[in-house]
C-alpha cells in the first residue's frame, strides 16, 4: 500500500514511471494500423487487419517479385515436432547410445549410421521458408492480370510530368554575393571561406549559379 507521498509524487509528474495517459497514448500507438504514405488510392485500399505483406499481395504489387516470405504475413499450421518424431532408439550423428542389462552392464553400444545426413546437434535448418512446402503464404502465384490498383498506380505513372525545382530565396542572395564578388571564377567562389562556408565544389556552385540563371 502506497503512502500519501508516494500518491503525490505519482500526481506530480514527478515520477519515472509513465503516466496513465502516456500509457494510453502507447497502446494505442501499438494498436493503430501503420500510416500508409503514397497515392490515395493506396490508403483507401489498405485493409489494417492484415500484415504489409498480405497488403501488398491482395493488391497485386508483389505477385512476381523474389521476396523473403520469412519476413512476415506467413502462417505455419500445426505439426508434430521433430522430437515425437525421431526415432528415441536411434542415436544422432556423432554420438552413441549405450544399452545396458539389468545389472547395469554394458552388453551393447549402438553408434549412427555413417551415411545419417544429420548433424549433431539434429536436422539441419533449411535456408529458406520458400523451400517448405508446409508453410503456406498469402502471395498469389505470377499472373499477367492485374488489379485496379495497379492499373490505377501505372496510370499515374505514365502520366506523370517532372517536378520543377526552383531556387529559394537565400539561395539565390547568397549566389549573387558570390557572382557580384567574383564574377565568373567558379574556383575563387570555392575558396572563398566567408562566402562559401559549406565547401561548395567549383562544379556545384557552376550548377546553382546556372540554375538560378543569374547574369555574371
Given at each position: 500500500m502506497a503512502n500519501p507521498r508516494q500518491r503525490r509524487k505519482a500526481r506530480s509528474g514527478t515520477s519515472l514511471k509513465p503516466s496513465l495517459n502516456a500509457?494510453?497514448?502507447?497502446?494505442?500507438?501499438?494498436?493503430?494500423?501503420?500510416?500508409?504514405?503514397?497515392?490515395?488510392?493506396?490508403?483507401?485500399?489498405?485493409?489494417?487487419?492484415?500484415?504489409?505483406k498480405q497488403n501488398y499481395a491482395r493488391l497485386g504489387l508483389i505477385p512476381a517479385l523474389g521476396v523473403r516470405p520469412n519476413t512476415g504475413g506467413t502462417e505455419k499450421p500445426a505439426t508434430t515436432t521433430a522430437s515425437t518424431s525421431k526415432d528415441p532408439e536411434k542415436p544422432r550423428k556423432g554420438m552413441a547410445r549405450v544399452v545396458?542389462?539389468?545389472?547395469?552392464?554394458?552388453?551393447?553400444?549402438?553408434e549412427a549410421p555413417a551415411d545419417e545426413e544429420e548433424t549433431p546437434w539434429g536436422k539441419p535448418?533449411?535456408?529458406?521458408?520458400?523451400?517448405?512446402?508446409?508453410v503456406h503464404t498469402?502471395?498469389?502465384?505470377?499472373?499477367?492480370?492485374?488489379?485496379?490498383?495497379?492499373?490505377?498506380?501505372?496510370?499515374?505513372?505514365?502520366?506523370?510530368?517532372?517536378v520543377q525545382r526552383h531556387t529559394s530565396t537565400l539561395e539565390t542572395d547568397w549566389l549573387g554575393q558570390l557572382v557580384a564578388k567574383h564574377r565568373d571564377d567558379y574556383t575563387a567562389m570555392a575558396r572563398d571561406r566567408t562566402l562559401n562556408p559549406w565547401q561548395k565544389t567549383p562544379g556545384e556552385i557552376r550548377r546553382a549559379i546556372n540554375k538560378a540563371r543569374l547574369t555574371q
Open positions: 500509457k494510453q497514448r502507447m497502446r494505442k500507438k501499438l494498436q493503430r494500423a501503420p500510416t500508409v504514405h503514397g497515392a490515395d488510392i493506396l490508403k483507401d485500399s489498405y485493409d489494417p487487419t492484415l500484415t504489409l545396458r542389462d539389468d545389472e547395469g552392464n554394458i552388453v551393447d553400444i549402438v535448418l533449411d535456408n529458406s521458408v520458400e523451400e517448405r512446402t508446409d498469402f502471395i498469389p502465384a505470377a499472373s499477367k492480370t492485374t488489379t485496379s490498383v495497379v492499373d490505377e498506380l501505372q496510370t499515374r505513372a505514365d502520366n506523370a510530368e517532372p
